[in-house]
């Protein structure tokens, strides 16, 4: 297929551009170097990962628009991922991990889903045309693509991309608002480690359950971690992109049907086949937790499907034109007033229900940062603690699509016309 004004035009060559640069990111962003380890800690990885391919489509290397990687990304790998990284999650050792991180973690995703309406409303007092917007250029539609990265991570961000279809110069502008705001909300959850003691008296809050928590997960993360075969890779690519192959054929079968007989469910995007496709491997990826299939997480089913997403990450920032940043910067401005009610609701809660600091900051960074970033905080309070930041993003994943959704739907309603 021909890009029109593109150096380069064959899909097989771009795809081997973008893994390049992804082995690039990771490699360095792994380094023992200290210059790398002093970038890296200013400049967040996947802002890379995103920021590296919008150079190709930007500088006329490659044209993002007419290529059909993300269409296959999109399609295909993220609905597998999805599953991948669902089925291990495990609800019954959630609820042992006793109430207080999982009310944690659904006060952050109500503050995600409150917030972004919340936000829109009070920017649209004194400046309504900064959340305005019409068709594809809507504000409210890119900034579902933020609820979904802000409930469950990018599989989901990619999800409602689809879903609410907004512009691609809107969804790179959310992009950067997204990876911007989540990472100096992290800044601020890394100094609060230090600080741990002192915030746990504030909150009249009695840490012994995250020792309690520790022991546990130690011997959980034992019991699963296993050497993989190729049988093993084999039976969780089958396993995910056979339920694939379901979803693709349910929601052939149940889009058509509702925009035939119930087209008035068009608003709720229950006539979109892709909505369908991403909720139905979603459901059966929790539905596979329950099974001895969850047993493949520790086969490295997640690790899997994070390769997954990171492809569907450069996917998408091909697509972008980075010269637009600059065109929106108040945006910025409502991701953070977004991002402080989201905080104001988690401390709030916390005081009430004397949580402890960990609770707080992995429950918040479960939702913000999903999978790629819960884990890193929860190691930060000790190592044998990051599965519990593993546990609830993944449960964030299965959460990402309803929520994301829902909080699109309010976010259009609160948005002038």
Known sequence: MEHSNALISNDAVVFGLLMAILAFVFRTSNSSDPRLRKFYGIV??????????????????????HSQLYFVASRYL???????????????????LGYKPLVMFLTGTVGVILGGPLAILIVSYFNPDLVGGAGPEAVWRGMTTVAGSWIGGGANQAAMYEVFNPSNT????????????????????????????????????????????????????????????????????????????????????????????????????????????????????????????????????SKIGTVFIFILVATIGMKMDIRSLADHPGLFLVGGIWMLIHIVLLVVVGLIIRAPYFFLAVGSKANIGGAASAPVLAAAFHPALAPVGVLLAVFGYVLGTYGAWLCGLLMQAAAPM
């Open 44 to 65: 967040p990885m996947l802002l890379l990962c995103y920021f590296l391919p919008s150079l190709l489509n930007t500088l006329g290397i490659v044209d993002g628009e």
């Open 170 to 301: 809107l969804f790179g502008i959310m992009v950067t608002v997204d990876i911007i705001v989540a990472e100096v909300w992290m800044i601020f959850l890394l100094i609060g480690i230090g600080k741990k003691e002192k915030i746990d008296r504030f909150f009249k809050a009695d840490a012994s359950s995250v020792k309690q928590l520790q022991s546990k997960m130690e011997a959980y993360s034992l019991s699963i971690a296993k050497n993989p075969s190729t049988t093993d890779l084999m039976m969780m690519l089958g396993i995910a992109f056979g339920a694939t192959a379901f979803a693709h054929f349910s929601a052939d079968l149940i889009a058509p049907f509702i925009k035939e007989t119930a087209p008035v469910l068009e608003r709720f995007s229950l006539t979109s086949k892709f909505f369908w496709l991403i909720v139905i491997a979603t459901t059966i990826g929790v539905f596979l937790s329950f099974t001895k299939v969850r047993e493949y997480e520790g086969a490295g089913a």
């Open 78 to 96: 993220l609905p597998a991922c999805l599953i991948l990284l669902t089925l291990s999650v495990d609800l019954k050792e959630i609820v042992k």
